[in-house]
């Protein structure tokens, strides 16, 4: 119920489960959860509390806490609920890849890539740890370790199409367009209804200077997402390089409607209107967009 946003049935539910048994570890954790997707953290940081409090054994109690009080700025809290979490669950790469966020916060990169790894030697197909491993070998200056712990990953799981749209967007950033190409549509072989494969593939194109392929790739993306903002956004850019601005403000307008906090994406938007001497429309663009 909550992956669906019936927030209010939810929290009924979870309030029933309570009054017949108040320590119910799992009715305090999910309305924890209810709680902080509200956005009432001090709320949530109590049910959770609660919630461990009756149960000592379930990691991900802690783990969730520990996010919660990273996210309310709480750092030092935030580590010690995340190290809480992986000694009540050592085989839980969770607490691992989150305790590497933390590290990555405090400008550590190497020891933020030494726990995405352990994550990574616990489950290699795990996703997150994967794109946040990348991210700091990058920082790192050494990106080239990356490929082995992607070829770990799809020997796990060799049809997980997330893993190879991943691997196909690390070797983009190489400039092996060709390997990439390949792994976004072994991603679309596996999850034929995957926009961010596809807008990854219209990139890719677009790259190569390959307009009329990186447009169908957008429209595709468009097709099984309608409510893409990207799509939208990488359309707008393919009609303005073909010249069709009326379509190319259309689509940058949908973009900034479907996706009203993407104020970077807004500002690129009406930089590239400017540049491309649409001034008036820039204009429109950006007033519309406030």
């Known amino acids: 119920m909550l992956e669906t946003g019936h927030f209010d049935e939810a929290e009924r539910k979870y309030r029933e489960a309570l009054r017949i048994r108040e320590a119910d570890e799992y009715a305090w954790y999910n309305l924890a959860r209810l709680e902080e997707q509200r956005g009432n ?12 409090e009756n149960n000592e054994e379930n990691s991900h109690i802690p783990n969730n806490l520990g996010l919660l009080y990273a996210r309310m700025g709480r750092h ?79 020997a796990a799981e060799p049809d997980n199409g997330d893993v190879h749209n991943s691997l196909g967007y690390y070797l983009f950033q190489q400039g092996a367009y060709d390997e990439a190409r390949t792994h976004y549509l072994r991603a ?35 097709e099984i997402f309608p409510d893409d903002p990207y799509a939208d956004y990488n359309l707008g850019r393919v009609y303005l390089i073909q010249g069709d601005s009326e379509r190319a403000l259309r689509h ?32 429109l663009f950006n007033a519309r967009m406030e």
């Not at 953290?41 to 461990?52: G, I, V």
């Not at 593939?201 to 009329?212: H, I, P, S």
């Not at 479907?258 to 204009?283: F, N, V, Y």
């Open 76 to 154: 030092d809290d935030a580590v010690r609920l995340l190290e809480t979490a992986l000694q009540m669950d050592p085989e839980n790469p969770l607490p691992l890849n989150n305790l590497g966020l933390e590290a990555e916060r405090q400008g550590d990169f190497e020891a933020a890539a030494q726990r995405y790894m352990a994550a990574l030697e616990l489950k290699p197909a795990f996703l997150l740890a994967l794109n946040n491993l990348s991210g700091a070998l990058a920082r790192l200056k050494r990106s080239d370790e990356m490929r082995e712990w992607y070829d770990r990953a799809l």
């Open 41 to 52: 953290h001090e709320q949530a940081e109590q049910y959770y509390l609660n919630a461990m």
């Open 252 to 283: 940058f307008e949908a973009m900034g409607v479907k996706h009203p906090d993407s104020a970077g994406l807004k500002q690129e938007a009406g930089r590239m209107l400017e540049q491309a001497g649409l001034t008036e429309k820039a204009r």
């Open 188 to 222: 679309l072989e596996c999850i034929p209804e995957f926009p961010l494969a596809c807008n990854n593939l219209g990139n890719l194109e677009l790259a190569l200077n390959n307009v009329a392929e990186a447009k169908g790739w957008y429209l595709k993306a468009l």
